[in-house]
């Protein structure tokens, strides 16, 4: 009888986390059925966590394949990822003439410079840290809360240094960071063919205390939601997916007659898939668990390289950005195209176009006027031109996901940090 009981109140918790789950990504009235059959209250996913069925099935598919509890397994860091769906801007309306939203203001500050061309930044999941990565092979680490105490002017000690530390382990260029999603970890890819873990949680660190041996030029990495697990876009035409716990490389059984190298890989929120954009101008949507390619957008930036590509928060579209100066956002279902960002000169340099924290608006670089552009994302039409304060061009932007601060790197070494002003 007990057995039985127990039982039940699983079934209810199941089904209240399926509710939850629904309502997270906008389908409130998938939910609401669900609710209606199964007699849970709408209100019973209130106190239920965002993704945390997510998290469950990872952990649960994780143990099924016998994988042991990870490596970087670390309380106190927390990790966030944005809840799926809420507020998402509905991309499927047609009429959206006249209707676009004005950018905010945003003041900017110099916060620091490497000694050589700024390639890339990136923030963490929660939005309290961000890295830039150099051509003088070198790794900047800041913490958000500090940068916003020297923009104020209002650090107890009058000197607040918004770097935390520098890292230096590679031997060439950084192509490319990204944070591990639960753990103090921060890994980067470069042109020494290495992929390179470090632990910010350890005061002075300043090197790697894991190091992955790439066989080509690691252009791009990019964390499993579940952190168990990297995707790496290299030289080599097929993605490289690694386990991080064994370092075990696996390889797509399909790789639809891919020839060209990978500029950017990145997973969708939940992992269920992955998008790469490379060098022939194409984009390749992938399944996250068989790895098949579910869907090639050949030519999606003509014979232009494609430089990079990220998933909304509900999976359902891609923003895509190429050489060809042109960004554009696509049906992840269809392949088909649903709008263009037009306005930005970006043909010499790899860079990416990104969605601000709500996804009302896209960012992007323009390399030949030295600007940031923004556009509204609804509209596509373009909104704000904000000069970016450089001497060289802007080689890269990367936005907070949690808030209305971005980061702007390139050619003159600099690194910009931009915040919205009250």
Same mark, same amino acid.
């Given at each position: 009888?007990?057995?039985?009981?127990?039982?039940?109140?699983?079934?209810?918790?199941?089904?209240?986390?399926?509710?939850?789950?629904?309502?997270?990504?906008?389908?409130?009235?998938?939910?609401?059925?669900?609710?209606?059959?199964?007699?849970?209250?709408?209100?019973?996913?209130?106190?239920?966590?965002?993704?945390?069925?997510?998290?469950?099935?990872?952990?649960?598919?994780?143990?099924?394949?016998?994988?042991?509890?990870?490596?970087?397994?670390?309380?106190?860091?927390?990790?966030?990822?944005?809840?799926?769906?809420?507020?998402?801007?509905?991309?499927?309306?047609?009429?959206?003439?006249?209707?676009?939203?004005?950018?905010?203001?945003?003041?900017?500050?110099?916060?620091?410079?490497?000694?050589?061309?700024?390639?890339?930044?990136?923030?963490?999941?929660?939005?309290?840290?961000?890295?830039?990565?150099?051509?003088?092979?070198?790794?900047?680490?800041?913490?958000?809360?500090?940068?916003?105490?020297?923009?104020?002017?209002?650090?107890?000690?009058?000197?607040?240094?918004?770097?935390?530390?520098?890292?230096?382990?590679?031997?060439?260029?950084?192509?490319?960071?990204?944070?591990?999603?639960?753990?103090?970890?921060?890994?980067?890819?470069?042109?020494d063919n290495t992929i390179k873990f470090f632990d910010f949680s350890k005061t002075n660190a300043r090197k790697a205390f894991r190091v992955i041996q790439d066989t080509h030029n690691v252009r791009s990495v990019c964390f499993?939601?579940?952190?168990?697990?990297?995707?790496?876009?290299?030289?080599?035409?097929?993605?490289?997916?690694?386990?991080?716990?064994?370092?075990?490389?696996?390889?797509?059984?399909?790789?639809?007659?891919?020839?060209?190298?990978?500029?950017?890989?990145?997973?969708?929120?939940?992992?269920?898939?992955?998008?790469?954009?490379?060098?022939?101008?194409?984009?390749?949507?992938?399944?996250?668990?068989?790895?098949?390619?579910?869907?090639?957008?050949? @030519? /999606?930036?003509?014979?232009?390289?494609?430089?990079? $590509? %990220? *998933?909304?928060?509900? !999976?359902?579209?891609? &923003? =895509?950005?190429?050489?060809?100066?042109?960004?554009?956002?696509?049906?992840?279902?269809?392949?088909?195209?649903?709008?263009?960002?037009? @306005? /930005?000169?970006?043909?010499?340099?790899?860079?990416? $176009? %990104? *969605?601000?924290?709500? !996804?009302?608006?896209? &960012? =992007?670089?323009?390399?030949?006027?030295?600007?940031?552009?923004?556009?509204?994302?609804?509209?596509?039409?373009?909104?704000?031109?904000?000069?970016?304060?450089?001497?060289?061009?802007?080689?890269?932007?990367?936005h907070s996901p949690v808030e209305p601060v971005f980061v702007t790197c390139g050619n003159d070494r600099s690194i910009r940090f931009w915040k919205q002003t009250v």
């Amino acid at each position: 009888m007990d057995e039985a009981v127990q039982e039940a109140k699983l079934l209810r918790q199941v089904n209240a986390l399926i509710v939850a789950h629904l309502r997270g990504q906008s389908l409130g009235q998938a939910a609401a059925a669900v609710a209606a059959a199964t007699m849970i209250p709408l209100s019973a996913a209130d106190s239920v966590p965002a993704n945390h069925l997510l998290r469950l099935v990872a952990k649960g598919l994780a143990a099924e394949r016998g994988g042991a509890a990870s490596a970087f397994d670390s309380a106190g860091f927390g990790g966030v990822v944005p809840p799926l769906g809420s507020g998402a801007v509905d991309f499927s309306v047609q009429d959206v003439r006249g209707s676009s939203k004005s950018f905010p203001k945003h003041e900017a500050k110099h916060v620091s410079d490497h000694k050589n061309i700024a390639r890339c930044a990136k923030f963490s999941p929660d939005g309290k840290y961000f890295a830039t990565g150099s051509a003088d092979t070198s790794i900047k680490f800041f913490e958000v809360a500090k940068v916003k105490q020297t923009m104020a002017g209002d650090s107890k000690d009058g000197n607040a240094r918004p770097v935390i530390r520098t890292f230096y382990d590679h031997m060439q260029p950084i192509n490319d960071l990204d944070f591990h999603p639960e753990s103090p970890i921060l890994i980067s890819a470069s042109k020494d063919n290495t992929i390179k873990f470090f632990d910010f949680s350890k005061t002075n660190a300043r090197k790697a205390f894991r190091v992955i041996q790439d066989t080509h030029n690691v252009r791009s990495v990019c964390f499993h939601p579940c952190g168990d697990y990297l995707l790496a876009g290299t030289d080599h035409p097929v993605a490289h997916l690694y386990d991080v716990n064994t370092f075990t490389c696996f390889l797509s059984a399909n790789p639809q007659d891919s020839s060209s190298a990978i500029n950017q890989v990145r997973y969708s929120c939940t992992g269920s898939l992955y998008v790469t954009a490379s060098k022939d101008g194409s984009l390749r949507i992938w399944d996250g668990v068989s790895a098949e390619c579910v869907r090639p957008i050949i @030519g /999606a930036h003509g014979s232009a390289e494609a430089t990079s $590509a %990220v *998933f909304t928060k509900d !999976e359902r579209y891609l &923003l =895509s950005c190429g050489k060809d100066s042109s960004v554009k956002l696509w049906e992840v279902g269809t392949g088909r195209l649903v709008k263009q960002y037009a @306005g /930005a000169v970006h043909r010499q340099f790899r860079c990416q $176009a %990104v *969605f601000n924290e709500t !996804e009302e608006f896209v &960012l =992007s670089v323009d390399e030949q006027n030295s600007e940031v552009a923004v556009w509204d994302a609804l509209t596509a039409e373009k909104v704000a031109r904000l000069p970016s304060g450089s001497t060289g061009a802007p080689r890269w932007l990367d936005h907070s996901p949690v808030e209305p601060v971005f980061v702007t790197c390139g050619n003159d070494r600099s690194i910009r940090f931009w915040k919205q002003t009250v």
